[in-house]
């Protein structure tokens, strides 16, 4: 089973940006999906990138479109989210997610991170 430790977030002022790391260990990393989704306290959580592990494609929330971009390197089983031109609504916990099977991007996500904080000061 895949385990996930995110690293990375921080504070940042707008128009700033960072660069978000999901380690994963165990093995199989090649054959799940993984996305960042993020959660600010009293909203719901969003999907905000995710990368397919069959063809590499990739899905951003319109909100970051442009901004954001996700990658991964499976040979250090590293899944990253490159975040540039940040503004203060990005602020939220950023969680790594993973999801078996062929559903993309909405999957069933069922490996999480313990979450990185992110803040975007004006």
């Known amino acids: 089973q895949v385990q996930l430790v995110e690293s990375g977030g921080g504070l940042v002022q707008a128009g700033g940006s960072l660069r978000l790391s999901c380690a994963a260990s165990?093995?199989?990393?090649?054959?799940?999906?993984m996305a960042w989704f993020r959660q600010d306290p009293g909203k719901e959580r969003e999907l905000v990138a995710a990368?397919?592990?069959?063809?590499?494609?990739?899905y951003y929330a319109d909100s970051v479109k442009g901004r954001f971009t996700i990658s991964r390197d499976n040979a250090k089983n590293t899944v990253y989210l490159q975040m540039n031109g940040l503004k203060p609504e990005d602020t939220a916990v950023y969680y790594c997610?993973?999801?078996?099977?062929?559903?993309?991007?909405?999957?069933?996500?069922?490996?999480w991170g313990q979450g990185t904080q992110v803040t975007v000061s004006s």
């Open positions: 165990g093995r199989r990393f090649n054959y799940y999906s």
């Open positions: 990368i397919n592990w069959r063809d590499g494609s990739t």
């Open positions: 997610a993973a999801a078996g099977g062929y559903a993309f991007p909405y999957a069933k996500y069922d490996l």
